[in-house]
């Protein structure tokens, strides 16, 4: 997780003034709360700044390794070979400050799933109900030349 700190800027109002209200609420005086979020957005940024404000975001990082073909001939399955690869690829995403490695594996592959989920590997389609889509060539031409 990586936190950076910054000058507010306008688009972060909402967000800003739902933390003072749960702020207000935790210290018990939402009552003491009069201001708006058009009054709070003028007083910050409109002609006449009355205040400045900073904010703590959270910057997910958005680099990905995609890994393909990851394969241990039958008779050195289970010696930790597999580990050793996919340690070797995750090496390199960490040195590369890489927020994912990310793969797809077949439904019916369930012995390749179960080595990820060993692994730490989360099932996106079971967990947040990802699909993967793909355009291959035709599609990828159609799309293409809409921007042509
Ligand atoms: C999946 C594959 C790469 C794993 O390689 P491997 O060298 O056998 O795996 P490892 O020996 O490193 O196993 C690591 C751990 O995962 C566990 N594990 C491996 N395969 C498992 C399985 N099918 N079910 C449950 N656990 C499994 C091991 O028990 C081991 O546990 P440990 O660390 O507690 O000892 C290998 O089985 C393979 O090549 N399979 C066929 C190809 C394939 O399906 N590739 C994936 C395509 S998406």
Redesign the pocket.
Known sequence: MCIVIRKAEVKDCPGIFDLITELAIHEKHQDQMKISLEKFREDGFGDDTKFQCFVAECEENGKCIHME????VPE??????????IGSVCKVADLQNCGRVQ????DS?K??M??YK??GAIDLTEVQEWHLFRLTSDAIEKVAAKYD
């Open positions: 073909d990851i394969y241990v050195y399955r289970s010696k930790g070979i597999g580990s050793k690869l793969f797809i594996v077949r592959n012995s390749a179960k080595f060993h692994q």
